[in-house]
């Protein structure tokens, strides 16, 4: 016996949510559903790119660690590695958004559950296939009670070409961690503009403790990946580095109102061998 079920359409159950983002500011949030739905799903509906400012939305999850919260990078226009779209959010979880653009920004966040979302089809998954070829480092921080800061991802140039630096994320520890654009002496999260052309490149971040009582904190390199044959990465503080094949850690200790500056190195043996040399001469290299 056959049975024909016939066509059917399957109702939203509410309406897309917006939330309006204000140019150059932080934006907290939560999800409106209690089921979890998939980061590109965020993105595609919000269309930044029919906007014609595709580029203009950071996106972070918080996270609870020890005893407080910190932030995760869920999509960063240029770093591939942050901005899986098939990240699940969590329904009635936390996030922040930043509108980098000088308009506002719509942010769209449709009831698409996991289960029926384009991301969520088994056929899609082989289609994406995996990233291009830019490569990636992600450094992890730690204070002295175990609670976890604002990783940093250091990357190659985007797609695009065009260097990339983005926004420090939002937290509640008064130690942090930055990358520093040197040419300008800002501060920012993360940076999109490694090149191997040289044999390898230098990212300059720096510790700060912006309290009145001492602190010490723990970094390591986490994560790397698509660094071609013969090129490794690196984390230096003074005269100490790390191997990062090792996962090895170092523990900064900051004084009040201190700050102390560090370099990841991403290069050949040759590249990483002088910048060595000039770290025991005192001559440190200009961060890229």
Known sequence: MTIEYGNAVVPT??????????????????????FPIYS??????????????????????WIPSGNSYTTDPIFLPGIESASDPKTVLSGGGAFAAFNTSAKPIPLSIPPVCTLL??????????????YTKQWYVKMVFFDESGNRMPSIFCA??????NARFFRRPPTFLPVSVAIIDSSKGNRYGHSANGTLDKGGSVFSFIFENNSTDPHSVTGKIETQSGLPHGIIAKLFRKSECLDSRLQDSTVVKLQAKSAITGYLVVGNESFISDFIKKVRQKKLPTAI
Do not use: C
């Open 40 to 61: 590109g799903d965020i993105i595609v509906a919000t269309d930044l790119t029919e906007k014609g400012i595709s580029d203009s939305l950071e996106l972070y999850q």
């Open 117 to 130: 979302s384009y991301y969520g089809n088994p056929a899609h998954a082989k289609k994406t296939g995996s």
């Open 156 to 161: 190659s140039l985007p797609s695009s070409g």
């Open 13 to 34: 159950l509410a309406d897309t949510t917006i939330i309006r983002l204000a140019p150059g500011e932080w934006t907290d949030f939560s999800l409106p559903y209690s």
